[in-house]
C-alpha cells in the first residue's frame, strides 16, 4: 500500500539559506501534518493542513511557511535557516482530521551548518 | 491542555528480560486515541498501537501488550522476551477529539543487550 512520501530525505544546508520539504500524502487523504524533532527531543506540531486550508497552528517559527495544494501535496518553505532549526520533519497524513488514523512519512533530516 | 509524561528516560535490559514502559497522559477530552511508536536509530517513526478512549480492553500482538487504565491515565507497554531489535526510542501520544495535533512523551530510549 502506498505511504507518505516524503522529499527530500536528507537536506544540508548554510546558515541563513532557504529550504523546502516536499509531503506527500496517501492518496485519498485531505489532510496533512508537520511535525519537528530536534536531537533527542519528542516530535512537536507545527503545522496543519485540511482540504488545501490551514486547520491548526502549532510552533512553527515566523520563518516557515507550508501550504497544501490542488492535489493534496504539501511543502514545508524555511527561511534564514538557523543552526537550531536542524531536525526531522514528519509529515503526517489522515482522511479528516480528528479520526485517529494518522500516518507518518519516513521524515526528512535538515542539517544547517 | 493536553500532556504526555514518559517518566523513564533510559532503560536497560538484557535480551529475554520483559520490559514495561510507562506512560501517563493527561486531557479534558472525553473522546481521545492513544499511541505507541517506536523510532528507531534510523528515525522513522513506526506505528505501534493506536487506542480510543472508549476501549479499554488490553492487548497482546505477538511480544507487545498494551495496558490501558483509564482510571489511573495510563497506557502502558509491556514487551516480554526483549530481543537486541527492540533496541530504539519509544513515543507514547495523545490525540484529542477536540484538537488534530499529537501530543508526544518524551520517549523513553530503550537498550536490550544480549
Known amino acids: 500500500a502506498a505511504g507518505v512520501i516524503q522529499s527530500p530525505r536528507h537536506l544540508i544546508k548554510e546558515k541563513r539559506e532557504t529550504a523546502t520539504l516536499k509531503c506527500y500524502p496517501i492518496p485519498r487523504h485531505d489532510t496533512v501534518y508537520w511535525y519537528q524533532q530536534g536531537p533527542g527531543q519528542d516530535p512537536q506540531f507545527l503545522i496543519s493542513?485540511?482540504?488545501?486550508?490551514?486547520?491548526d497552528k502549532g510552533s512553527i517559527p515566523d520563518r516557515f511557511s507550508a501550504q497544501q495544494f490542488s492535489d493534496y501535496h504539501s511543502e514545508l518553505n524555511m527561511s534564514s535557516l538557523e543552526l537550531g532549526d536542524s531536525a526531522l520533519y514528519f509529515c503526517?497524513?489522515?482522511?479528516?482530521?480528528?479520526?485517529?488514523?494518522?500516518?507518518f512519512g519516513e521524515g526528512s533530516r535538515l542539517t544547517v551548518l | 491542555a493536553q500532556k504526555v509524561t514518559q517518566a523513564q528516560t533510559e532503560i536497560s535490559v538484557v535480551e529475554k528480560e520483559d520490559v514495561t514502559l510507562d506512560c501517563v497522559y493527561e486531557?479534558?477530552?472525553?473522546?481521545?486515541?492513544l499511541f505507541w511508536y517506536k523510532q528507531p536509530p534510523s528515525g522513522e517513526l513506526v506505528f505501534l498501537i493506536r487506542r480510543n478512549s472508549f476501549d479499554e480492553q488490553n492487548e497482546i500482538s505477538g511480544r507487545y501488550s498494551w495496558n490501558f487504565q483509564k482510571s489511573t491515565s495510563s497506557f502502558n507497554f509491556t514487551i516480554t522476551a526483549s530481543q537486541v531489535v527492540d533496541s530504539a526510542v519509544y513515543f507514547c501520544?495523545?490525540?484529542?477529539?477536540?484538537?488534530?495535533?499529537?501530543?508526544f512523551g518524551e520517549g523513553t530510549q530503550l537498550t536490550v543487550n544480549p
Open positions: 493542513f485540511y482540504e488545501k486550508m490551514q486547520s
Open positions: 503526517a497524513s489522515s482522511a479528516g482530521t480528528n479520526t485517529g488514523e494518522l500516518f
Open positions: 501520544a495523545l490525540l484529542g477529539a477536540s484538537g488534530s495535533r499529537l501530543t
Open positions: 486531557t479534558r477530552d472525553t473522546t481521545y486515541y
